[in-house]
T-cell receptor
Framework: GESVGLHLPTLSVQEGDNSIINCAYS??????FIWYKQESGKGPQFIID?????DKRQGQRVTVLLNKTVKHLSLQIAATQPGDSAVYFC??????????FGPGTRLSVLP | DGGITQSPKYLFRKEGQNVTLSCEQN?????MYWYRQDPGQGLRLIYY???????QKGDIAEGYSVSREKKESFPLTVTSAQKNPTAFYLC????????????FGPGTRLTVT
């Protein structure tokens, strides 16, 4: 079946450094992707999205890159802060169908 | 203040009892979803509803039931037939054309002993 997954289950970065979280997907028909941030015991929070007709999208301190050739997307967080510590996961949707979610990467920000 | 609310935040039940989890949204979204989250796994779809009085089974619907009598509400019942009900349950709703972005509620942690 189709899948969406992350390359690393955990990632530790120094405060102030940039973080890069990666995600791969299997279905080339996926047309829309969302990155979510989930803090412990809370619901996922929408961070940024990107459509398949785009390669890059920027938000506040976050950038999502989409490489459709290798079916890969990444979330870049600039100047990582302690409040960025959470689980991040990507979700991909196939033309009007439901989303498929990756298991998540736990980001730890070191002082 | 628009959003999705789920209640209660924590729920404890004895094995063999049915339990209903509440989900309400005031975003005027047509579509609503229920997911289950287990440690180390991606979200798994239980049920979804695209419109009032209509719903479809997701990937893991066995042991669960839903209703959609109002646009704002999509309650989930975890029945005694669900073999492993202890989990974190998340409700979501989906925005309108052209974005169709999906937003989540705060979740309900169900513990069955």
């Amino acid at each position: 079946g189709e899948s969406v997954g992350l390359h690393l289950p955990t990632l530790s970065v120094q405060e102030g450094d940039n973080s890069i979280i990666n995600c791969a997907y299997s279905n080339s028909a996926s047309d829309y992707f969302i990155w979510y941030k989930q803090e412990s015991g809370k619901g996922p929070q929408f961070i940024i999205d990107i459509r398949s007709n785009m390669d890059k999208r920027q938000g506040q301190r976050v950038t999502v890159l989409l490489n459709k050739t290798v079916k890969h997307l990444s979330l870049q967080i600039a100047a990582t802060q302690p409040g960025d510590s959470a689980v991040y996961f990507c979700a991909g949707r196939n033309y009007g169908q439901n989303f498929v979610f990756g298991p998540g990467t736990r980001l730890s920000v070191l002082p | 203040d628009g959003g999705i609310t789920q209640s209660p935040k924590y729920l404890f039940r004895k094995e063999g009892q049915n339990v209903t989890l509440s989900c309400e949204q005031n975003l005027n979204h047509d579509a609503m979803y229920w997911y289950r989250q287990d440690p180390g796994q991606g979200l798994r779809l239980i049920y979804y509803s695209q419109i009032v009085n209509d719903f479809q089974k997701g990937d893991i619907a066995e042991g669960y039931s839903v209703s959609r009598e109002k646009k704002e509400s999509f309650p989930l019942t975890v029945t005694s037939a669900q073999k492993n009900p202890t989990a974190f349950y998340l409700c979501a709703s989906r925005g309108q054309y052209p974005l169709y972005e999906q937003y989540f509620g705060p979740g309900t942690r169900l513990t069955v002993t």
